[in-house]
């Protein structure tokens, strides 16, 4: 599933550049998505932004956007639908 989904441009966003992760991350290999790992639990520790946006690992050009629900700013995001994803 796609979810589309809203939050006010005053919501600052942390991004991890494709600069910042190892070789490794976009391929099936265990030790690229462990190293991800890292900085995803290092960014929701620090609490610092209620989104993190990353790299898509499945489509070249495109990125994640991981929301962090223990972050104050969490509660003006909102989820406008769902969506089947395919690929």
């Given amino acids: 599933m796609v979810m589309v989904v809203y939050f006010p441009d005053s919501i600052e966003i942390e991004t991890i550049s494709k600069s910042k992760l190892p070789p490794t991350w976009y391929y099936s290999d265990d030790s690229g998505y462990k190293i991800?790992?890292?900085?995803?639990?290092?960014?929701?520790?620090?609490n610092q932004t209620a989104?993190?946006?990353?790299?898509?690992?499945?489509?070249?050009?495109?990125?994640?956007?991981?929301?962090?629900?223990n972050h104050p700013d969490f509660k003006s995001i909102k989820i406008i639908k769902e969506e089947p994803f395919f690929f």
């Fill in 36 to 46: 991800c790992q890292i900085f995803g639990d290092k960014w929701i520790y620090e």
């Fill in 51 to 69: 989104i993190l946006k990353i790299p898509s690992s499945i489509i070249k050009n495109e990125y994640n956007f991981i929301i962090n629900p």
